[in-house]
Structures are given as C-alpha cells and as structure tokens.
C-alpha cells in the first residue's frame, strides 16, 4: 500500500476532489484538510488504477515548478484497512513515480557510487583469488549495480530515453573500475592461480543465463510489489555481475584469454538475461508509461525486446557448446582426477600431467616417484567407472621421476 499527500493552494483540493471523482475513486479512500495557508489531500493508493490516477493529478497540477504544490508518495510500514475484502481484491504494485525516483537515486553516477564500486570490487577481487565464498557474497552485499539495472528496463518500458542512458553510463563505469580493481590485485598479489571460484566462471553455461534471468524476475517482481529497500535484491543480481568482471580484470593481469573470453560471454549473457527478465516483468505487472509517452514507449519496448532475445539466441551458441563440454569433457576429467588423488594421495608422490578424453577412450598421464601397482591402477579404472556409469577404456602413462644428484 502507498499513500499520496498533495499540497495545494488554498480552495484548489475542491477542485482535485472532482478530479479524484471523475476517476472513480471512493470516497472513503481519500480525504481533504482545508486551511487559509493550502489545501492537503491524503489518498489512498490501495485501490484502483494507481498510475491513471497520479498521470491525471499532475498534468492538471503543476507540482514541479509551483513551490505551493508539492506530491509526496510513502509507504506504510502496517496497514489495517476498514474493507479487508477490497483489499483482497486489489491488485497493489508499487507507483511508476516510487519506481522511478528509486531507479534515478540508485543509479546516480556519483563519488559514493564510484567509491562503493570500487570497494565491493576489493573485497570481490580477493575473495576470487582466495577462493573464499563468504568474502565473495560480502562483496555482492555492497555493490551497487542493482540501480543502473533497473535504469535501464524502467526507462525502456516507460520510454523514459534520459533514464536509459543514466543507467547505461553508471552500468559501464561499474564495469570499467571492477575489471580494472581486478587487474591490480590480480597484477600485484604473488603467486595468483586459478581458484574453483576462477574457473567456473570461466566456463559458462546455459544454466548461467537461466539464474540471471530467475534472479532479474525475482528482484522485479520484489520491487514492483513495493518492497523497494529490500537488500535480497541487490544481491541476486550482483551475484550474476560483479565476481564476472572481477574475474576478468584477473585474466587480463595474468594474460589467460580463457579467463577474459568465458567471463566475458557469461557478464554479457547475465546482462542481456537481467535486462529481459526486468522488462517481461515491469511489462506485465502493469507498470505503464504517463499517457502522452505511450506510443514513444511501446516502440522502445518492441525493438528492445527484439534486439535482447537475438542477442540471447546468439550468445547461447557458445553457451550451448560450452555446455556440452561442461557435460561430457571437464566433469569426466574432474571426476578421474579426483578418484585418483582419493587412492594415491596418501601413497605416493606424483603429479597429474594431462587427461585426454576422446569418446570412450581417455589417456591419463601420471608422473610418478614410484612404481604404481597394477592391481590398484584397476581399481581406479572400476571406481572411475562407477562414478560416471559408464565403461570407458582408461589407459594410464605413467612417466618415472627420478632424482639425480650432481
């Protein structure tokens, strides 16, 4: 539920309440307070057509320039109504107005925008090269990229061009400071490898743009339902971004073009995923442009929309071959390796040099200090099996390593 308190100039609520009539709205669900120094109008936004009812209020009244005027929308923190049956019937979603001034706030290309970017960014950076989670999250708790998001659908569906660009420019200077935060630490920190939380972002698949797109749907649904402070939000979409492009300021630092190219393919497929889910969402929630910005608005819409889902049908080529080697090359290799380092860690020194793969047949190249039995190296091959629930025919090269004293 919101409530509106309009201020007019003294005798102008009498004409505010015709207008409010004209509209349909109930009688008990607004009231008018007159005095010599204005008029205050308190409106309930419960029911009803919210955005008609604000669209005819200020195109009558002018609240932007008249220093006498002024509309101010809030949400109440406990709302009992006197017709509980109305208010199960109605159908609530947050003010185009609330949306916008939130979006606008939130994007606002600013120091302390700037400055959260870059911190969000640190504490990401480093939670990817300690390959620590709960750093990574407390990261995305901080960061602000829900806001240019937001910016940008909210502008698209309400043909909004000013707050599109808004969005767009604080987007992409949060983009430039992550990956170049990344670069620095990824420069200046010895010794950086490639972390779990590193490589599966470097190796994107389609169940990524599925998690962007469900977390872009839930923070729109959140938001359009009222509930704009809510930090859950924020952080389901910086979960899809900003570890992204943290990852590929590191790939750049350590010149691996698989670190830049799979996190790359991933922050524009989690972009693109975000932007439909947030449009779909606002769009048929009923979140409407002001009456006059309609047909600018629908074009908007309609070309956004086909421009985004060419864009996800393109990207999801990669995605998809990606996919398929997650599936049926990287998980085999990571199961062999990890069935062999659980029977010879605690028996022998050696390294795994190389696993190649080819259907049914893999080449599993092991340098080793001693002697490997054969009647183990079956039982790797047995349990390998098992694991995957299926027969491949595992040849294992074993290359001695022998120390040499000078």
Same mark, same amino acid.
């Given at each position: ?258 670190? *830049? #190219?799979?996190?790359? @393919? $991933? /922050? ?5 995923? =975000? +932007? ?23 074009? *908007? #819409?309609?070309?956004? @929309? $086909? /421009? ?5 049908? =393109? +990207? ?23 069935? *062999?380092?659980?029977?010879? @860690? ?33 039982? *790797? ?26």
């Amino acid at each position: 539920m919101q409530i509106v308190l309009a201020t007019f100039h003294p005798n102008e609520g009498e004409e505010a309440v015709k207008l409010l009539s004209t509209l349909g709205v109930d009688i008990e669900d607004y009231k008018l307070i007159k005095s010599e120094s204005g008029d205050l109008l308190i409106i309930n936004l419960l029911y009803g057509d919210t955005d008609v009812l604000i669209d005819n209020l200020t195109g009558r009244f002018d609240f932007e320039n008249d220093k006498e005027r002024s509309l101010i929308i809030f949400t109440p923190d406990t709302v009992i109504p006197r017709d509980k049956k109305k208010l199960e019937r109605a159908s609530f979603h947050a003010t185009r107005e609330s949306l916008v001034t939130f979006a606008q706030d939130k994007s606002r290309l600013s120091f302390e925008y700037l400055l959260l970017v870059i911190f969000s960014s640190v504490i990401t950076s480093l939670g990817l090269i300690l390959d620590n989670v709960a750093v990574i999250v407390g990261g995305m708790v901080i960061a602000p990229v829900l806001g240019p998001i937001l910016a940008i659908t909210i502008g698209i569906v309400l043909g909004d061009t000013s707050l599109i660009r808004r969005g767009i420019a604080a987007e992409f200077a949060a983009i430039v400071f992550a990956i170049l935060v990344g670069v620095i630490f990824g420069s200046f920190i010895p010794n950086v490898e490639i972390t779990n939380s590193l490589r599966i972002r470097m190796f994107p698949t389609l169940a990524d743009l599925l998690i962007a797109m469900a977390a872009g749907a839930a923070g729109a649904y959140t938001l359009i339902k009222g509930q704009l402070e809510s930090g859950l939000v924020g952080v389901m979409v910086a979960a899809s971004l900003l570890p992204v492009m943290s990852t590929i300021g590191i790939g750049i630092s350590m010149g691996n073009q698989t670190m *830049i #190219i799979g996190p790359f @393919l $991933l /922050l524009a497929g989690n972009y693109l995923s =975000l +932007l439909l889910a947030n449009i779909l969402v606002f769009y048929f929630k009923g979140l409407k442009p002001q009456i006059w910005y309609k047909h600018k608005a629908d074009k *908007i #819409i309609r070309k956004s @929309l $086909l /421009l985004i889902i060419i864009a996800v049908i =393109l +990207l999801s080529i990669p995605l998809g071959f990606l996919t398929i080697y997650q599936f049926f090359i990287e998980k085999p290799a990571d199961i062999i390796k990890s069935t *062999i380092r659980q029977h010879l @860690l605690k028996k022998w020194d050696y390294r795994i040099e190389k696993i190649e793969i080819n259907g049914s047949l893999v080449n599993v190249y092991i340098y080793a200090e001693k002697e490997i039995e054969e009647d183990l190296l079956t039982g *790797i091959k047995q349990e390998i099996e098992t694991r995957l629930a299926k027969e491949y025919n595992i040849n294992f090269k074993i290359i001695p390593v022998e120390e040499i004293k000078l």
